[in-house]
């Protein structure tokens, strides 16, 4: 081609959740690409930040946003940007983005869809697989997030021939310096970076803490994130309940993640459903001893006693029984975080991320348009 290849990334302008953080990244990584031109179209909620939005603009990306009142109103705003813009490709990232954003692909006439799925459990209505299942016939590549992501499509009848695994990968860069923090220098604290959700099993880690003082353990908890404020309310009030105040802190958003966990000796993630969760990798980054739920996404990522420990999902007794051997086998912890370490290192990379969707996308400009 003698122009750059369009791709619009459509995502929802929610901020916490991992399938915007990855559709910035790829919209970002273009920016140095001469070859590729990247357009972010973030579909409003009530929370979304404007300033974040203007961040975003000062850096350089290219943001637009749609309506997000209602679905016609998201398909017709997006389909006056698709008309305007006339992308090669559209990548609808996430459940129910990639719906709307998949339907005003095809009345602008984008000649090649992709569907981004970031979670190996979503809220499919009879009704809403029926559509997706009708839209897969008419997209390029259906992408997981993960391996366990790609199967769980695979199940819900999705065309193997077209549905593929692309990791995710975080920028590695902040956390340069976590050799030079020794695990067993750092406080024995254990941290979760999450959002409070229904997905994230906040209240589990908590009951796991206040097992853990049981056996004579009282490690700080620090919770990072925002999310809905009905499931932080029922997390503080646990911790009221079982009289933790003392070791559990509601840290809200925080900005410089990388420094929290590299002063932390364990990262959890406590969750009932993942895709491939970006902070259980930042975790390992880190040089964390990281600690997940036996669910697909985290099971692709944490080798059991090898670079971290897996626990049973709404389980407290599982999870102490992780939380207890994280605290008390000094060396066993270290050799885990260090392999874990290495892993982020070597297989999860933003860079490696990036050129796995920049080679996507100009395999589909061999392709005929669907």
């Not at 459509?10 to 959740?17: K, L, N």
């Not at 802190?249 to 990388?258: A, I, K, Q």
Request: proline share 4%; aromatic share 6%; glycine share 8%.
């Amino acid at each position: 081609m003698t122009r750059p290849i369009r791709v619009l990334h459509f995502v929802t302008g929610g901020f916490s959740g991992g399938a915007t953080q990855v559709a910035i990244k790829l919209a970002r990584a273009v920016t140095d690409d001469t070859q590729i031109d990247a357009l972010l179209v973030l579909r409003r909620k009530r929370y979304t930040d404007p300033e974040r939005i203007s961040e975003l603009q000062r850096g350089g990306l290219a943001v637009r946003t749609v309506p997000g009142w209602s679905h016609l109103a998201t398909i017709i705003a997006l389909w006056k940007i698709c008309r305007e813009y006339r992308p090669d490709i559209l990548v609808a990232h996430g459940f129910s983005e990639h719906l709307w954003g998949r339907y005003a692909g095809l009345l602008a006439g984008v000649p090649r869809l992709v569907h981004v799925e970031h979670n190996s459990r979503e809220r499919y209505t009879r009704w809403r697989l029926a559509q997706a299942r009708w839209l897969a016939r008419r997209t390029a590549r259906i992408v997981g997030c993960s391996e366990g992501v790609r199967q769980a499509l695979l199940a819900l009848g999705f065309p193997a021939e077209r549905t593929i695994a692309i990791d995710n990968g975080v920028e590695l860069a902040p956390f340069a310096t976590a050799a030079d923090h020794s695990l067993l220098q750092r406080e024995a604290s254990i941290m979760m970076v999450a959002r409070f959700g229904q997905q994230k099993d906040h209240v589990t880690l908590i009951r796991a803490l206040a097992e853990l003082r049981n056996r004579g353990l009282t490690p700080k908890l620090k919770l990072a994130g925002g999310g809905k404020a009905r499931h932080r309310k029922l997390a503080e009030k646990v911790v009221r309940e079982l009289q933790l105040q003392d070791q559990v802190e509601f840290m809200g958003l925080v900005r410089d993640v990388p420094t929290q966990l590299m002063r932390s000796r364990v990262a959890v993630l406590s969750s009932r459903y993942e895709g491939m969760p970006l902070a259980l990798i930042e975790g390992m980054a880190a040089g964390c001893l990281v600690i997940g739920t036996r669910v697909p996404g985290i099971r692709e990522i944490i080798d059991p006693s090898v670079n971290g420990l897996l626990a049973e999902p709404d389980d407290p007794l599982s999870l102490a029984d992780a939380l207890e051997y994280a605290l008390r086998d000094d060396a066993s912890a270290i050799r885990m975080a260090h392999a874990a370490r290495q892993q982020a290192l070597s297989a999860f990379s933003l860079e490696r991320m990036n050129a796995d969707y920049a080679a996507l996308f100009r395999e589909l400009m061999t392709e005929p348009g669907l």
